[in-house]
């Protein structure tokens, strides 16, 4: 399964895995499951570090780095195809990464691993959750 894993979801994996679920740590740990990242969670990640409320344990380039290298994780393609979905999705909020990510998994068919409720229910996208 091709997995793309909602900002939280990637922070958690590598900065408090006692969060993540049993179902989603199963998913992460399964080596026949591809793990992806969206770019656009790199920039929340660094709007969360401006705000203050998150801290990394060295620079933030070096921290990415080290997290697409160790979770072994494959870049999803940041492209017009992929801003252009998202008018073809019904969202019910108006949080702009979500929308991002959600047309990302369209667009490369990928399931979303995510726990954000607006994103579960969305039915043009697979999410994995831990229900």
Sequence with gaps: ???LLDTHIWLWSTLEPQRLGRRIGKALADPA????LSPVSVGELIVLLRKGRLT?????????GKTMHDLELTE???????????????FLHGDPADHFLAATAKVFDLTLVTVDENLMRLHEIRVLQDR
Excluded: F, G, Q
């Design 76 to 90: 999803a393609p940041l492209t017009i195809e992929v801003a252009l979905a998202i008018a073809s999705i019904n």
């Design 56 to 64: 990394l344990p060295n620079d933030v380039a070096a921290w990415v």
């Design 33 to 36: 499951n591809e793990l992806w």
């Design 1 to 3: 399964m091709k997995l």
